[in-house]
């Protein structure tokens, strides 16, 4: 059987891979070089777009949007750590807090069978017809693994939700060493499911892209004599589990492979709460702040990761002191121009390239819990939410960014009627391609039937 003819019929299952922070200005590099003839094979048979991320960009709200259709307006998630208003508790947000249902309850409402493994904001997971292993912020295997007796499999093959890519800081040898034994074990694990399961919707994602980038990317731009070569040899691995995976699509298969954000190399790392307090609109109670907790009663705003901004507003934050209506958003529009008048002093260029309002990104039901106003870094400028920095700006330990842009779809079908699109947009697609409904409505368009955006 030829792989990759395609029927005219809609397929009867879909199979979703997705590479965290793969963007596909590199893939198409990449394809270009020889060093990814698996991935070019799709290419020449299907369609590969590129499409734009969400804001915040953050794999837990990207993905959450991706499965669902829905930005974080309707689903809830606007980032990994979040507050309290009228306590200002920290938390983290998971599966419960989300307001929409994922392809997931999706699939099984309709009776269908779903293996999905290390998808982000998936955690806790919940019982379903299939399997469900919890990605990124997913405490352990156990906790993270439905049903439960898959969590033991899973622990002998050597699957890990994640890396501790810390020490990358400290010791690069060691951090490949388990960033490629992490993404080995992983495909094991998908080929093996792949092969034994009965499945009509499968998702697998990859977070080891996204670490490799974090600690590689600008050693590969640079041309690092050791470090580049092992990003490339890396990229060899991911094309070859794009191959082994293609094996096990036929007609009836609709193969998607995604991103859900680009990647670019680090300029700098800026600390916003910083910025705030040196502007007058953040103070804190006590000399060494770490959290919120610590802020002054006096306190106008303060940021949280990556880039969100909330106005210290009467009634709904602690010690709330801005009133409603003028004062508030008087408070908004300085923050706002202050931000796009931020300048990197090494370059003289500007830090920011937007600012949104909340009411100009979000609307939904969970549009309540949304940042007052969001912060749109120029690219490669990675904006920070702590609150113990005492400089504007310093180069961390990585060398790579999360950017909005530049995130990829491939497809193994033509007729898609874009070259661009957004990640909202992916659900849709799946759904259109597979002749199904939505079960709520959607804030993406099937790009079988839009235009470029």
Request: proline share 5%; charged share 25%.
């Amino acid at each position: 059987m030829n792989l990759f003819s395609r029927s005219k019929r809609n397929p009867r299952r879909a199979l979703v891979l997705g590479l965290d922070g793969t963007p596909h200005s590199l893939v198409v590099r990449l394809m270009a070089e020889g060093r990814m003839p698996h991935f070019s094979r799709l290419v020449e048979t299907g369609t590969l777009i590129s499409t734009e991320s969400v804001v915040p960009t953050v794999s837990s709200v990207a993905w959450t949007s991706i499965a669902t259709g829905c930005g974080p307006g309707r689903h809830g998630l606007y980032g990994f750590i979040d507050r309290q208003p009228a306590t200002h508790e920290m938390f983290i947000p998971t599966a419960r807090n989300r307001r929409i249902p994922t392809w997931v309850e999706h699939f099984g409402s309709l009776g269908k069978r779903v293996v999905s493994l290390g998808v982000p904001g998936t955690y806790p997971p919940r019982a379903i017809d299939g399997i469900l292993v919890s990605g990124f912020l997913a405490p352990d295997l156990r906790r993270g693994t439905y049903p439960l007796q898959v969590a033991a499999e899973l622990e002998a093959m050597g699957y890990v939700i994640d890396i501790d890519s810390w020490q990358a800081r400290e010791n690069k040898e060691a951090f490949l060493d388990e960033v490629f034994n992490a993404f080995d074990r992983r495909t094991e694990v998908v080929l093996k499911l792949l092969g034994r399961e009965r499945w009509d919707l499968f998702v697998a994602h990859f977070m080891d892209t996204d670490r490799l980038h974090h600690f590689l990317w600008g050693e590969m731009e640079d041309k690092h004599p050791v470090y580049a070569d092992w990003f490339y040899r890396f990229y060899s691995r991911v094309d070859e589990m794009v191959g082994e995976v293609a094996k096990h699509v036929d007609d009836d298969t609709l193969l998607m492979v995604m991103s859900d954000h680009g990647f670019c190399k680090l300029r700098q790392e800026v600390h916003l709460n910083h910025w705030l307090r040196q502007s007058g609109f953040l103070s804190f109670s006590n000399p060494n702040p770490r959290q919120l907790l610590d802020m002054s009663p006096d306190t106008r705003c303060y940021s949280l990761l990556p880039g969100r901004f909330y106005v210290c507003l009467q009634c709904r934050e602690r010690n709330g002191c801005v009133r409603p209506g003028s004062e508030y958003e008087s408070v908004r529009a300085d923050v706002a121009e202050g931000l796009l008048n931020l300048r990197d002093p090494e370059t003289g260029g500007r830090v920011i390239r937007d600012v949104k309002m909340r009411e100009d990104l979000y609307s939904g039901e969970a549009e309540a819990a949304a940042p007052d106003l969001v912060a749109i870094p120029e690219e490669g400028y990675d904006l920070k939410g702590g609150f113990e920095k005492t400089v504007l700006m310093e180069r961390g330990g990585v060398s790579g960014t999360h950017a909005v842009g530049d995130a990829m779809l491939l497809v193994n079908r033509r007729g898609l009627q874009v070259t661009s699109g957004s990640i909202l947009d992916i659900y849709p697609t799946l759904l259109d391609l597979m002749g199904m409904d939505a079960a709520t409505p959607s804030d993406g368009i099937s790009l079988m039937q839009g235009g470029d955006r």
